[in-house]
Structures are given as C-alpha cells and as structure tokens.
T-cell receptor
Framework: DTEVTQTPKHLVMGMTNKKSLKCEQH?????MYWYKQKAKKPPELMFV???????INESVPSRFSPECPNSSLLNLHLHALQPEDSALYLC?????????????FGSGTRLTVV | AQSVTQPDIHITVSEGASLELRCNYS??????LFWYVQSPGQGLQLLLK??????LVQGIKGFEAEFKRSQSSFNLRKPSVHWSDAAEYFC???????????FGKGTTLSVSS
C-alpha cells in the first residue's frame, strides 16, 4: 500500500457544526502533515506530527484541532469554522520527519463552510 | 528563510512540443528541491527531487530537472508534452535540517492540440 487515504472527499458544514477529517497511511511513515490549499494557491502547512507527537503548529486557529491516535492515522477536528476556511485540506506523510524522502500526498478533502 | 519563485503563472504548449517550467529558490545552503504536479481536484504527486549529487535529475512521466547553483534555479523539462500533462505544477524547497516544504505559487500548464 503506497497511498495516503483521506476521507471524506467532500464535506459541507455549517459554521456551528463539528466535523472531522481523516487521513490514513499504511506505509509505516513516521511523520504526517496537514496542509490547507485555497483555490489557485499553493498548499500552506498547518501541522506536523513526528512519531505521533505534534512538532509544528503554524499558528493555526484553535477551531482546527489535530489528533494523531496512532502512527497510521491523523485526524483534523473542525469546530465553529468560518466561510473563509473553505479550502482543499491535504494530508501528507513521509518515511521519517525531514525532507530526505519527500512527501506522499492524499487526494484531499474539499471543505465548504456555509 | 528559504523561498521559491515560479515566474510563470500560466504556460500553453502544443502537444508534442518541449516544455520548460522555471523555478528559482532563495536559500543560503544547498536546499532540498522538489517538483510536484496536481491535477484538478486532486492531491499532489511527486515528479522528482534533488538533494545532492548529479545536478540533472530524472523523474516520473518523462520529466527531468536541472539544478543550477549559480542561477539558484531548478527548472523542470520534458522533451515532448502530452495532453495528459495539463495540470498545475509546483516547485518546492526545504532546508536540509528542516521538516516542512515551502511551495511556489505554481504554474498552470495548458496543452493545445
């Protein structure tokens, strides 16, 4: 298995809703990442997990809450989002923390906040 | 801090013609350099990467890139473009001791028949 799987592929949520995005990989990768990508823009780093511990938080608002329950799974919990949070949320993983191996990206979850 | 610039926002190439996408980086030492491709609504696929060694790097789908330290460039090339190559292309840079990739703004490639 050489994939990063993200679910759901599409999500529409109201500003008072609570939802979660899921990311799964079974490649034995020890680092996982959340990126946010607005339309026609490059991906922007949100969070980095290394060996299941949060190592980087790029000053992301607290309405986004990451969780890494085990080495294969990464969640992003969403609460009280704003319409401007609508974007493609990409998950990635790498064999080890750092850039030696490059990242494997999932197909993303397209989130619309109404 | 490292940064990456892709000077061309949109490029149109005829099918079968050659392609070169430009990427310039700013970093004090030798960076880690990557090219990714993204089809509409999809995630990013790694085309190739450069860390050290041979400055001409071969990637998937017939792409190659050349690292030129004197020009701070890492341009992506393909000798003959196929219609399926139409997509968004991102150059990315990272520090050797770092963790996170910094992406350029991307170049949209259109392929005309």
């Amino acid at each position: 298995d050489t994939e990063v799987t993200q679910t759901p592929k599409h999500l529409v949520m109201g500003m008072t809703n609570k939802k979660s995005l899921k990311c799964e990989q079974h490649m034995g990768h020890r680092a996982m990442y959340w990126y946010k990508q607005k339309a026609k823009k490059p991906p922007e780093l949100m969070f980095v997990y290394s060996y299941e511990k949060l190592s980087i938080n790029e000053s992301v608002p607290s309405r986004f809450s990451p969780e890494c329950p085990n080495s294969s799974l990464l969640n992003l919990h969403l609460h009280a989002l704003q319409p401007e949070d609508s974007a493609l949320y990409l998950c990635a993983s790498s064999q080890e923390p750092g850039l030696n191996y490059g990242y494997t990206f999932g197909s993303g979850t397209r989130l619309t906040v109404v | 801090a490292q940064s990456v610039t892709q000077p061309d926002i949109h490029i149109t190439v005829s099918e079968g013609a050659s392609l070169e996408l430009r990427c310039n980086y700013s970093y004090g030492a030798t960076p880690y350099l990557f090219w990714y491709v993204q089809s509409p609504g999809q995630g990013l696929q790694l085309l190739l990467k450069y860390f050290s060694g041979d400055t001409l790097v071969q990637g998937i789908k017939g792409f190659e890139a050349e690292f030129k330290r004197s020009q701070s460039s890492f341009n992506l090339r393909k000798p003959s473009v196929h219609w399926s190559d139409a997509a968004e292309y991102f150059c990315a840079v990272g520090a050797q001791a770092g963790t996170a990739l910094i992406f350029g703004k991307g170049t949209t490639l259109s392929v005309s028949s």
